[in-house]
């Protein structure tokens, strides 16, 4: 069974450090100010949770007006799922938590700069692709040489449109 924590402090940077590192190989760290969730699986046969993902994401100010300014969407800065759990719905469960917990805010569309191996992930998931990319001269793990930029605009329903 899957269970999904939000944390905050130091000691949510170094499991954010582990994961990253046990995914990658590398070590990144969370943005200052950003949100991260921790996802876990409860192992039956043991009777233990084992921790299996980690993402983080900055929420859009809703006060910010302007479009153009960088607090004005939703941004998904890293989102991991360690390689034995991949495949098997756990990234889909987690960015489907945290889209829920951006939208509650305030409807914006979300970016993502993808690592070109997740990009058929976030397609999946209803991501566009905005034909940018960036070839990362310096990235430490290949997976992220280079980035790809997407967006998921948000899903307008008719009664949010009536604001009921």
């Keep these: 069974m899957l269970s999904l924590v939000k ?3 130091n000691k949510s940077n170094h499991l954010f450090r582990q994961v990253a590192r ?3 190989g590398e070590t990144y760290n969370p943005p200052e100010e950003s949100e991260v969730v921790f996802a876990y699986e409860y192992i039956l046969e043991t009777g233990k949770k084992v921790l299996i993902g980690a993402a983080s994401y900055t929420i859009a100010l809703p006060t910010q007006t302007d479009p153009n300014e960088e607090n004005y969407n939703h941004f998904l ?3 991991f799922i ?3 759990w991949q495949g098997l719905g756990y990234g889909k469960w987690l960015l489907n938590f945290i889209e829920s917990d951006m939208m509650k805010t ?3 569309p979300i970016h993502v700069e993808s690592a070109i191996g997740s990009v058929e992930f976030f397609i999946k998931q209803g ?5 940018r990319y960036t070839d990362c001269v310096c990235s430490g793990s290949p997976l992220f040489k280079t980035l790809c930029y997407m967006t998921k605009e948000p899903i307008i329903t008719f009664c949010n449109n009536l604001n009921i």
């Design 77 to 79: 800065s890293f989102l």
């Design 127 to 131: 991501y566009t692709y905005s034909g």
């Design 82 to 84: 360690k390689g034995h």
């Design 22 to 24: 046990d995914t990658t």
């Design 106 to 108: 305030v409807r914006r």
């Design 7 to 9: 944390a905050k402090g």
